[in-house]
């Protein structure tokens, strides 16, 4: 009896610690375990974590789990019922409708403008003392709201893009914690002190949205379609329109899922970029002899294979998306362990990119490992930063290039400083960020 108190109070205090810090509670031992089966609270819990695994979950057998009520609870006031949380066939039909959006004949042109919105961003910063400092996390997450909103809904935002950062901060301030009950399926006794402030937060982001469509409605295209238009344009078998609430849905999931991680990478990227000054000195002659002095083209993408090595294990340590929860709704096995039904997985790619069987020296910043004959080693299903199956991340291929390009672009024409004695520390809730901010000092790079 005093042991099952014992333990169930352990168990509260590391449930506490996850609501803080996801990835700060990740047990030691799970860097090296395939399969963890826990026991919390009476429920059991299956981390998958093992390639294997994950393969069978989201891929072979993504038919057999969805999503987990703890992420549509976290998401749905704010994304309704957009891609990111929908299920079934209306999440089937919606990403059939979209996903011209993404696909790589688009690329180009996405090129030319994440190019123009990144010399207006750097065009700014000439004009300010030299030495000054930003949040780079802020500065990069402005700079990707604009760029998506530019590529997939042909609307600059220019000023109003503070409106909808500020409301999406103030969603997150308050629904931005994972509930880790609810990642066990247990009800959650914290009070959901969303409420209000969510509510709030959801108005102030949708005055903007609603201006974006009344945009999109008064240029009808229908040559060139953006996301937007695909979803303005939609017509069902019956030649229905796409509901303006359900349109609405699509746009703030593509705004939100399509710019914060991009931004939270570079800012990874370039905080390691200053502790590694020999990964720096490569990507910025990289940069040099590729682009010159010039603005990047899409040609210029696939001779960027440094800088994108940089990316990719940018991304391996700190995966902006660091865990997935799925709920099985059908009986499965995995590695000879009965999953039931009803039964709630965890995979965290933080772990499983630091995990000891499947990564050399799995702590240390090494872009070498994804530059090719190497990167042929790399693990399919042990590096997963954009999912992996029927829900892998719409914009991969887009967040990809936008990274590499944005990167090319800062590192070669600008150095980016830490503050002195800041503390940097991975904050795992919605999204992994720094928990502090990363505020540095940027000056020109010269010649
Ligand atoms: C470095 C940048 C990015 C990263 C690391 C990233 C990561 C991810 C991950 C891990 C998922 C899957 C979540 C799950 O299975 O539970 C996802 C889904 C998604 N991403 Fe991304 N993403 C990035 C950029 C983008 C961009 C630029 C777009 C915009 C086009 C985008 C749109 C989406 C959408 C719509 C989904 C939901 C897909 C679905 O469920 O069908 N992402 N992303």
Known sequence: MLSTLRKTRDMIRHLN???????????????????????????RMFIVNSPAGVQQVMVARADRYRKSPSNEQALRPLLGNGLFVSEGTLWQRQRRIVTPSTHISRLPGYAAEIATVCDTMTADWKRRPAG???????????????????????????????????????????????????LLGLPSWLPRLSGFRGRRAVRRFDRVLLEIMAAGHARQRTDFEDFLDLLLNFRDDQGQPMSPTLARDEMASIFLAGHETTAITLSWASWLLERHPAVEERLVAEARRVLGSRSPTIEDYPQLVYTRAVIEETLRLYPPVHVFSRQAVADDEIAGTKIPRGSFITISSWVLHRHTLFWDNPNEFDPERFVPPRADKVERFAYIPFGAGPRICLGKNLGLMEAVLLLAMSTRDWKLRLRENHPVEPLGRMTLRPRHGLPMRITPRGA
């Open 132 to 182: 000054f400092e930003v949040d780079v996390t802020e500065e990069f997450t402005l700079l990707t709201a604009e760029i998506i909103s530019r590529i997939m809904f042909g609307f600059p935002l220019g000023e109003k893009v503070h409106e909808l950062f500020s409301a999406f901060a103030e969603y997150q301030a308050s629904h931005g914690r994972v509930h880790t009950a609810e």
């Open 17 to 43: 610690l996850a609501r803080d810090n996801m990835i700060a509670a990740w047990p030691k031992s799970y860097y090296r375990r395939e399969l963890i089966v826990e026991n919390i609270l009476g429920r």
